[in-house]
């Protein structure tokens, strides 16, 4: 189940929540599984002789972006511990999708405050709060652990050892403070000369604004976002590859066997251009904006990506990103994109966005009853 966003998961949120995990009994059977795609030969080429890799890919999971703190450099689970995980997913599913009774009774004071035990279940707590935010119907967030070399991930990220984003440097951290908007009222944050978070439309977020997806969807790098829309085209041609992203209708465009434009030249999604070094499709980004700030990351941000297909219906895709003004060393992470023979269909985000509208009429709202009491 694939549908628009309606009500926004702000990026600092998402962020924090990918970097916790609660370990579990968790595991096993997928409540929604994509469709298989038509086995296609896994040395299939191009007409000029690379290989081809046009189609639709399903890319949702469980495994977390970023190593959970008790696997320490234990990049791999256990069978048994990748099934515990994906059994106690599918129960949960099961019992969120069941029909609620009629006569049931009211929710506790403040909502929902039990302790998460998947990943899965602390994002969708983030997303939604204690009150929740939609129910199980919208929401596909993913069923498995990946497997990489027949080898059951921890992570997405692999490097450094400790599958963990290496800390921001001091000044990245001060940069990404003083982008912060004042949550404040503007009134408020006029006396400390800082913009307030709802002076206006273009301060809230790219994904708020259904301008970009949430979690780097699009990226790059682009990464599950656990919740839905997770379909990602490829369309192929000897001079330009597209990526579209079923996430906010997100396309990127790779220019082959060509210069990056010059540094003035400055987008969401940066400039991507791509070469094959023997079968593998290499793209390397740079030219990104300061709105973008992935992780944190300045405008600097230098990704570059790996396609490589591992069997008929898989692609391993790799990244590894770097940004001497944000982080001390690059770092790197995998996973598999799977081949379905799903569909994507249009994302509207923007019709029926009212909650932009009304965050900003709330603001306002807010400073006449201020101006009002002096």
């Not at 899965?120 to 990489?148: D, H, M, P, S």
């Not at 003083?178 to 002076?199: I, K, M, Q, T």
Request: aromatic residues 8%; contains cysteine.
């Amino acid at each position: 189940m694939r549908i628009r966003v309606s009500r926004f998961i702000g990026p600092l949120t998402i962020a924090v929540a990918i970097s916790w995990f609660v370990s579990g009994s968790v595991g096993a059977q997928a409540r929604r599984p994509a469709g298989q795609a038509t086995p296609a030969a896994a040395n299939a080429r191009t007409a000029d002789g690379h290989p081809d890799f046009q189609g639709v890919y399903e890319i949702a999971t469980i495994t977390p972006l970023e190593r959970p703190a008790q696997f320490g450099t234990r990049a791999n689970l256990t069978r048994e511990e990748a099934a515990a995980m994906e059994l106690y997913e599918a129960q949960r599913q099961v019992k969120n999708d069941a029909p609620l009774s009629a006569d049931r009774g009211a929710p506790p004071v403040g909502g929902d405050t039990s302790t998460p035990k998947s990943y899965l279940e602390v994002l969708e707590r983030f997303g939604g709060g204690a009150v929740g935010g939609y129910n199980n119907f919208w929401l596909a967030g993913g069923t498995k652990v990946i497997t990489v070399n027949g080898e059951k991930r921890a992570s997405i990220v692999v490097d450094p050892p400790d599958g963990r984003i290496p800390p921001m440097k001091p000044e990245a951290r001060r940069r990404q403070a003083a982008l912060l908007v004042d949550p404040s009222a503007s009134e408020a944050s006029a006396a400390n000369g800082r913009p307030g978070a709802f002076d206006g439309p273009e301060l809230r977020p790219l994904a708020e604004r259904c301008l970009l997806g949430f979690g780097s969807t699009s990226g790059p790098p682009t990464l599950p976002n656990y919740f839905y829309n997770n379909l990602k085209q490829i369309v192929q041609t000897p001079t330009t590859i597209m990526i579209l992203v079923e996430m906010v209708h997100d396309v990127r465009i790779i220019r082959m066997n060509a210069q990056h434009v010059g540094p003035t030249i400055r987008n969401w999604m940066g400039d991507s251009i791509g070469h094959w070094e023997g079968d593998t499709l290499v793209v390397d980004t740079t030219n990104f904006t300061n709105k973008t700030q992935f992780q944190g990351a300045s405008d600097q941000l230098h990704v570059v990506e790996r396609f490589t297909r591992v069997n008929a219906n898989t692609l391993l895709y790799r990244f590894t990103v770097d940004d001497p003004q944000t982080w001390d060393k690059p770092w790197s992470g995998e996973y598999p994109w799977n081949a379905t023979d799903e569909h994507i269909y249009e994302y509207a985000c923007h019709e029926g966005n009212y909650s932009l509208g009304d965050m900003l009429r709330g603001a306002r709202a807010q400073e006449r009853d201020a101006a009002a009491k002096k």
